[in-house]
Every structure is written in structure tokens, then in C-alpha cells.
């Protein structure tokens, strides 16, 4: 993390303003962009998602647990989440 020294880009009067409240000592300001939310940049999300869909589909037509997790390979509980879930 850079540190910027307040009193090289704050005009006097807010400096003056916040050395009131933490004199001397540090202060982290957030970023103003929102975050984004897990998977969103790299395309797992929407992956995972369709993915589920898949296996919701296939289950219902007829396919068992026991085979949706040897065609995925996942876990046993998480075809069971997937589907019930």
C-alpha cells in the first residue's frame, strides 16, 4: 500500500479538520469502486452456474447421484446441493 502525506494534497482547512480527530497518526481511505462480486471478472461464476444448470437438467431426466458424480467428478454432498439445492 502507498502512503500519500496529507498535507502535500489536502487543502489546509480539511487537514486541519482531520489532524482534530487523528493527529499524527494513520488513516486508510477506501477505493470508491464497487467490488466485484466472486468469479465475476474471470468467468468462473457464470461457469459454475451453467454448470449446475446441467447437472439439475441431467438429473432430472434421469440420471443418478452416483453418476452425475462420476461425470463431474464432485463429491457425492455436492451433486446432492446442486440438485436440491
Known sequence: ?????????????LLKELQTYIDGGVLYIPKVSVKKEWGASSGARTFYQERNKEIQKLFQEGYSIDELT??????YSTIKKIVYG
Do not use: S, V, W
Open 1 to 13: 500500500m502507498k502512503y500519500t502525506n496529507a498535507a502535500e494534497i489536502l487543502p489546509e482547512q
Open 70 to 75: 462420476e461425470r463431474y467428478g464432485l463429491a
